[in-house]
């Protein structure tokens, strides 16, 4: 199976580094992106939105032959999902890391916009429940390996047109959260709820982490891809 890995903010396809290992050795074909406008400066990222992100990925769905699982982290869950609706006879499956799929015109996130892009906030901007299990060194590992992005792209709001995206398998990854948990939750999210009630077949399992697994726990989110790639 070929495997399209796409990133949050801020990150490369290298912060799948750690976790390739474990897809490459269930015979799987990797594809880690990093995603258009990354670190450059507004005078050339200043057009690119979310829309261009999806592209970028939908183009790599392109470049293959044959079934594709797409993988989103953080922010990138909203770049897997609009692959899901531009391309729903391709994808076998999403996998959501840490993420739900988005409703139709919903944006990522807003922050502060620097010199016309986003620049990484640093890992103190964030709440503990998201970084609670990064430790010193794997903030100072981590942390210059992140970039700007162009200013769009998480304010736009995603455009999903497609009712077959719901027919896709959905695999949610989520750091602490288990399936009645997350149930539990969901339903208080407005339209998020009903974005994910749409989907047909759709599953939640617990990391067991912080917002970010491919760091901290690599070879468990390795692990848990694979077996959801199998299902």
Known sequence: MDIILIPGLWLDASSWDDVIPALEQAGHRVHPLTMPGLGEPAAVSADIGIADWVAAAVAAVDAVEGDVVVVGHSGGGNVAWGVADARPDRVARVVFVDTVPPPPGNGISEFEIVDGVVPFPG?????????????????????????????????????????????????????????????????????????????????????????????????????????????
């Open 123 to 231: 890992w103190d901007f964030f709440p503990d429940e998201d970084i609670h299990d990064l430790d010193e060194e794997t903030r100072a590992r981590t942390a210059p390996l992140t970039s700007s992005i162009p200013a769009r792209v998480p304010t736009d709001g995603i455009s999903l047109t497609d009712p077959a995206r719901y027919r896709v398998p959905v695999t949610l990854l989520m750091g602490d959260l288990d399936q009645p948990t997350f149930e539990g939750m969901i339903d208080r999210w407005g339209p998020f709820a009903a974005e994910y009630r749409a989907i047909e077949d759709a599953e939640v399992l617990r990391i067991g982490s912080a917002h970010w697994p491919q760091f901290t726990v690599p070879e468990r989110l390795g692990r848990m891809l694979t077996a959801a790639i199998r299902r």
